[in-house]
T-cell receptor
Framework: GAGVSQSPSNKVTEKGKDVELRCDPI?????LYWYRQSLGQGLEFLIY????????KSGLPSDRFSAERTGGSVSTLTIQRTQQEDSAVYLC???????????FGPGTRLTVT | AQSVTQLGSHVSVSEGALVLLRCNYS??????LFWYVQYPNQGLQLLLK??????LVKGINGFEAEFKKSETSFHLTKPSAHMSDAAEYFC???????????FGTGTSLTVIP
């Protein structure tokens, strides 16, 4: 079956612009996660969606970051007024329930110039 | 609070030699433990997981890991390294009662021919 997909695969943007990153989870997966992976770093948790519950936004680094998940499926991560330190690979993952193994998408590589 | 420590950000082994990647965790309640592998320019792929039951778990590609509660460890091993094992490996923990995953900073494995 289809795995987690993310688009775009690469995004180059100018400092100060807004960007939207998209994640299509595996059908039927109720949990969806966003992570940020900077060069040489581990995975930094950003936000977690579980069904219709309020999302866990505790990992968002600033109010420039936001995410939504429409209809319990597709999710969009938005970064406003991008900064150079936002350059990273943004990974999305989904899972059947909150504490089962996650299935990761290939990531979106964001470069802020 | 939960955390994961991976000792050794870079590990080099000769082809055919034993692979040992270390992972220690801290958790106030029984954890679920995972190892993921990330090949260059790809997302993370699950290698193996421990939830309950047998403490020695076997995963894909000949890898296995043993949950040792007394040592709070979940080290990853493979008896004989193959060139194709060269990748980044991440240990992760979540709780049987929770949702958020905590990832280590990763170990980059190099296999020397």
């Amino acid at each position: 079956g289809a795995g987690v997909s993310q688009s775009p695969s690469n995004k180059v943007t100018e400092k100060g612009k807004d960007v939207e990153l998209r994640c299509d989870p595996i059908s039927g997966h109720t949990a969806l996660y966003w992570y940020r992976q900077s060069l040489g770093q581990g995975l930094e948790f950003l936000i977690y969606f579980q069904g219709n519950s309020a999302p866990d936004k505790s990992g968002l680094p600033s109010d420039r970051f936001s995410a939504e998940r429409t209809g319990g499926s597709v999710s969009t991560l938005t970064i406003q007024r991008t900064q150079q330190e936002d350059s990273a690979v943004y990974l999305c993952a989904s899972s059947l329930v909150g504490n089962s193994e996650q299935y990761f998408g290939p990531g979106t590589r964001l470069t802020v110039t | 609070a939960q955390s994961v420590t991976q000792l050794g950000s870079h590990v080099s082994v000769s082809e055919g030699a034993l692979v040992l990647l270390r992972c220690n965790y801290s958790s106030s309640v029984p954890p679920y433990l995972f190892w993921y592998v990330q090949y260059p320019n790809q997302g993370l792929q699950l290698l193996l997981k421990y939830t309950t039951g047998a403490t020695l778990v076997k995963g894909i590609n000949g890898f296995e890991a043993e949950f040792k509660k007394s040592e709070t460890s979940f080290h990853l091993t493979k008896p004989s390294a193959h060139m194709s094992d060269a990748a980044e490996y991440f240990c992760a923990v979540t709780l049987n009662t929770g949702n958020q995953f905590y990832f280590g900073t990763g170990t980059s494995l190099t296999v020397i021919p």
